[in-house]
């Protein structure tokens, strides 16, 4: 965690927590116990940019335990100063303006998804609001090449469908450039001039229609099928507006990064890999010719399209160990920011200097993070019972594989953590999650069973229609390798996750009610009848395409099935012990599924505790809360398997934590409620 960590937490009354554990376990007994409070945010430094003129870098760092923009000149990085103050609600997605002068970013007050733009001078100063506090705001464009206005698109006038604005950075007016009527996306040009607008179809997939002078053409010039719909999308255009690129899966399984010509149409693959899908790229700042891609089988490998980005990656590949990211290039593309992300340690931020081949350590050697020791990390493939491969990362605890082969040298107690979305992914890097799970003594296994992204349309199409069925039984299968290759205790494994990982928790204790030792439901589902409407709603372009992946619930086969697979439905199979957080203002799973599942569980007094943490959303990023969840959890997964757990302390007192049932289940947790 940072030296800006925050007095607030780590007050002296905490000094409690470090006495002796609780737990059994051995596995990890040759690591220190880490503190709780040194593990908030031991991921790094976020969002780390460089300024368009190179002069400036900022980054997200915690400043009195919230995250806050910090600044620092590229020449001196030592000489580092908080930007801005904010003393509840984080700073999020900062960008440079293209003058260099001031950074804009985002702010989500109470976890409501309501996102303001703010824009404060890179010499400090008080942060001026761009647009209003209860709408949704999202920058859409953003160039060097325009250096008095962006993009951005707000929600005011309809709630599901974003209209499109000119944000004038001067004076702060908007002018409205697009009124939505059901486009999910709006694409701009280097010029910030509106080229393409994509339209959601009935059927689940869409089309691109192209834009001229403000007017958007009625037939569209490139369709994209349901298959496609996740793994096709525009990039973006080169700056003299010839070549529009694109991710495209279409003909192929794992997205390809083509350029198409737009005065002929012509198409042609840039780069492609037929393990994986292409999942970033990298342009020159000022030409916006794309000249990097990455994709990511198991491990993230990026590769040149150029003579010169190919010697970067050269270069840097022999310089520091461990997957990469392009994370921001100068106007001048002589500097970039490269993201380093080595599996058993925090992420750190280099500075490259093209020209001299030169990288600077930026994070000033960790001495603003605290790291759990962790054996070195460990990408593996499991084969699913129909044959699909998974691609799957392994912690471990410190001690506990003294040959390094990823076997521990006995088994051990298992956490799998379940990804949330369904439609995203775990990769290669550190997770400070993970890392904590395993300093309490737990291997702790990521699965990225069908439906994750990153991995071709026809593995996210392998999800469809099989929630609670195929989904779970990779996670089943994944567990069970963990028995066979000797990593896990068949009778201490525990189910871990969040959103739908979350729901993932639930139909694993109730649709394999013997299968896991306990579970960890953090603001999943239980309704998936009300859920998918609600998903639907909130994200209406995409409205056909959950109703043919999770089931229609517009149809009587589509309401029988989301009820069969709820699993508020099957309740009364539900008989190990649960864990269920939830925020109270969460949007996108609201609190009621948690409400409902903790309802139907304590009618029969079944072993079910329940975190409300107020003023929270879709996650939890208040530290004092991490904190709270980080300590309830420990005890519940000691009790559950055996771990080591750190003592109670005053970790809750600060916490904004009701725990309106089950208390009494976890040890120590009404005393430290009552303190």
């Keep these: 965690m940072s030296r800006h960590l925050t007095t607030a937490l780590c007050i002296a009354a905490l000094a409690a927590c470090a006495s002796a554990p609780q737990g059994r376990s051995s596995a990890a007994s040759a690591a220190p116990l880490v503190e709780r409070t040194k593990l908030l945010f031991n991921s790094g430094r976020q969002f780390t940019r460089i300024s368009p003129d190179g002069q400036w870098i900022s980054w997200l760092a915690p400043h009195e335990g919230v995250m806050n923009l ?8 030592q000489q580092s100063r908080v930007l801005t103050h904010e003393s509840t609600d984080a700073v999020s997605r900062p960008v440079w303006i293209p003058d260099s002068t001031s950074l804009i970013y985002t702010m989500d007050r109470g976890g409501k998804q309501n996102f303001t733009l703010y824009m404060i001078s890179a010499t400090g100063g008080e942060a001026r609001a761009l647009t209003p506090q209860d709408t949704r705001a999202q920058i859409v464009a953003i160039s ?7 993009l951005v698109s707000l929600n005011s006038r309809e709630r599901r469908w974003p209209d499109l604005y000119s944000l004038d950075l001067g004076s702060g007016d908007l002018t409205l450039l697009l009124q939505n009527d059901g486009y999910s996306r709006f694409v701009a040009d280097p010029n910030l001039v509106v080229r393409a607008a994509i339209r959601p179809r009935g059927d689940g997939g869409a089309d691109v229609h192209a834009v001229d002078a403000g007017r958007i053409a009625s037939v569209p010039f490139e369709s994209i099928p349901y298959e496609d719909v996740r793994t096709t999308t525009p990039v973006g255009y080169s700056a003299d507006g010839q070549i529009l ?6 003909g192929r399984d794992t997205a390809a990064l083509l350029a198409q010509d737009l005065r002929t149409g012509e198409k042609r693959v840039l780069g492609a890999n037929p393990r994986a899908d292409v999942i970033a790229t990298s342009a020159h700042p ?14 993230s490998e990026w590769t040149g399209l150029t003579a010169s980005t190919r010697r970067d990656f050269d270069r840097l590949a022999r310089k520091l160990k461990g997957e990469m990211e392009i994370n921001a290039r100068t106007n001048a593309d002589d500097k970039w920011i490269v993201l380093l992300k080595p599996g058993e340690g925090p992420s750190t931020p280099y500075l490259y200097d093209r020209k001299t081949g030169r990288v600077t350590e930026l994070s000033e050697s960790h001495a603003d993070q605290e790291v759990a020791p962790v054996s070195e990390k460990h990408a593996v493939s499991i084969r699913s019972r129909d044959g699909l491969m998974q691609a799957a990362y392994l912690t471990l605890p410190a001690g506990s594989d003294r040959n390094g082969d990823g076997h521990p040298d006995s088994p051990l107690p298992l956490v799998l953590f379940v990804h949330g979305g369904p439609w995203e992914r775990t990769d290669f890097g550190y997770d400070p999650s993970f890392a904590f799970f395993a300093n309490r003594g737990y291997a702790v296994l990521a699965p990225n069973f069908r439906g994750s992204t990153g991995f071709g349309k026809a593995y996210i199409s392998a999800a469809d229609g099989e929630w609670g069925r195929k989904m779970q039984d990779d996670l089943i299968d994944a567990a069970d390798w963990a028995v066979s290759q000797g990593i896990a205790a068949r009778d201490k494994v525990a189910i871990y996750g969040g959103s739908y990982g979350g729901y993932a928790v639930l139909a694993a204790l109730a649709f394999t009610p013997e ?29 056909a395409e959950y109703y043919r992946r999770m089931g229609d619930p517009t149809t009587e086969a589509g309401r029988a099935l989301l009820a069969e697979r709820s699993p508020l439905t099957h309740a009364n199979a539900i008989r190990r012990p649960l864990l269920v957080a939830q925020g109270d203002n969460d949007p996108q799973v609201k609190k009621p599924q948690s409400d409902s599942i903790v309802e139907a569980l304590s009618s029969r007094d079944a072993t079910v505790t329940y975190l409300v943490f107020h003023g929270e959303g879709h996650g939890f990023t208040k530290p004092e809360n991490v904190l709270a969840l980080r300590a309830v959890s420990e005890h519940f997964l000691a009790q559950c398997l055996g771990g080591r757990a750190e003592p109670f302390g005053l970790s809750l007192r600060s916490s904004a934590l009701s725990v309106p049932h089950g208390a ?12």
Excluded: H, M
């Excluded at 690129?245 to 279409?250: L, N, V």
């Design 70 to 77: 910090w600044i620092a000149p590229t020449a001196s990085p």
């Design 144 to 150: 060097p090449l325009v250096k008095d206005r962006v």
């Design 245 to 250: 690129y694109w991710r495209d899966s279409r």
């Design 286 to 299: 000022i030409t916006g010719q794309v000249d990097s891609y990455e994709a990511n089988p198991l491990r």
């Design 515 to 543: 299968k896991f030792a306990c579970g960890v439901d953090l603001f999943g589902a239980s309704n998936l009848l009300t859920q998918v409407e609600s998903d639907a709603a909130r994200n209406e372009f995409r409205r």
């Design 664 to 675: 009494r289940f976890i040890d120590g947790l009404e005393q430290a409620l009552a303190r």
